[in-house]
Every structure is written in C-alpha cells, then in structure tokens.
C-alpha cells in the first residue's frame, strides 16, 4: 500500500534537491504547480511543504515562497587533545606535520549498526 500522497511529494522533491535538479537558494515550484503535477488539494500541497519545513531542506518567505536551504552546515566542535594526540601518535607525526596534515584533511562521521558513531578521517601526508 502507498503512504500519504503528501509524504510522496515531500520525498519526491527531496529527491530533486538531493540531486541536484534544485540547487540550494532556489525556489520550489509553486503550491498551484504541485498541485497541478500530483492531482492534489492544496492542504496536500501545504502539508508536504511543512513536512519538507520540519525536516529542515526549504525555508519559506512570507510573500516570496519556499526556496531549497543550503546543503551546507557550519560550525566547529572541540575536540579532545587525548584524540588528536592519538591520531598523531597512530601515525608516527610530529605535532608540527600533524597540523600541516590536517590542513587538508577530509572529516565525516559515520554510524556504526550498534548505534555508535565513528570519525573517518583522510590525511594526505604529501
């Protein structure tokens, strides 16, 4: 069985934006739009946009519409010096080489299955 028409919208347009097909600062198409192309009422309509609003992917301005936010969130957390020391001493770096490394370092975080998460790290050493 299908789920509400309201959640297939709301996830067909983060598929767009996902992908590309609605970059960030752009405007979503309008609720006359989407309820042309789904068939649907414009509470439908209203109910996807805030769904979309809830999981954070467009901001709505009052008399200019909804536009797709930035994919980009910024900010710094600290991190301990027992875990960069780690990483220094992992790989045999001084403290001077570690922090030229980490310059260009790629970070993410990843979820293990138990719940867990884990920093991933990329370090070019050239």
Do not use: C, W
């Amino acid at each position: 069985m299908e789920g509400p028409k309201y959640l297939k919208i709301a996830d067909d347009l983060a598929e767009e934006i996902r992908t590309g097909a609605l970059g960030p600062g752009e405007l979503v198409p309008s609720e006359t739009a989407l309820m042309e192309r789904y068939g649907v009422s414009s509470g439908t309509v209203r109910r996807a946009m805030a769904e979309l609003r809830t999981r954070g992917t467009i901001e709505t301005r009052h008399g200019a519409g909804s536009f797709v936010r930035s994919a980009l969130l910024e900010g710094s957390v600290p991190l301990s010096p027992d875990l960069l020391n780690q990483l220094r001493e992992k790989h045999g770096l001084t403290r001077e080489g570690f922090k030229r490394a980490m310059q260009s370092a790629e970070l993410s975080i990843t979820e293990a299955d138990s719940g867990e998460y884990a920093l991933t790290y990329r370090i070019p050493l050239s």
